[in-house]
């Protein structure tokens, strides 16, 4: 149960992963953060069903991965510095990027830099999960 729960996961992050180029293309950047960090919450989560890892209800989730450090295997722990910091990165931006603020109006505010970060974000994430 667990292993199919997860693959269903990483199977939905891959098509979700298609629609940053689409939003990109647009220059709809603050979607392209937006997305990006849910395609990585659904990464990790997948990562964390797959080890058998209960974890909060909670869209930051990368110290999760300290935690339980002793359970992953080397492949993961030799980049557990880089998946904490792109699933807090991602996440202080996930509200931001699709509700803005009084001060902040999200297609001004996030640029196509931001973009292309997140999106290297996200294919470090998959790049990790599946070494």
């Not at 002793?70 to 510095?81: Q, T």
Request: zero cysteines.
């Amino acid at each position: 149960m667990h292993k199919k729960l997860a693959e269903d996961y990483i199977k939905r992050a891959k098509i979700r992963r298609k629609t940053l180029d689409f939003y990109l293309n647009e220059k709809d950047y603050p979607d392209v953060v937006r997305e990006s960090q849910e395609i990585v919450e659904l990464l990790l989560k997948g990562v964390l069903i797959l080890y058998g890892i209960e974890f909060p209800r909670m869209h930051d989730i990368g110290k999760i991965f300290n935690e339980n450090r002793e359970k992953f295997p080397e492949k993961i722990l030799e980049r557990l510095k880089e998946i904490v910091k792109i699933s807090r990165l991602l996440r202080k931006d996930r509200e931001l990027s699709f509700y803005g603020s009084e001060d902040i109006i999200p297609m001004e505010y996030y640029s196509e830099e931001d973009a292309l970060e997140a999106i290297e974000m996200v294919d470090n994430i998959f790049d990790i999960i599946q070494t």
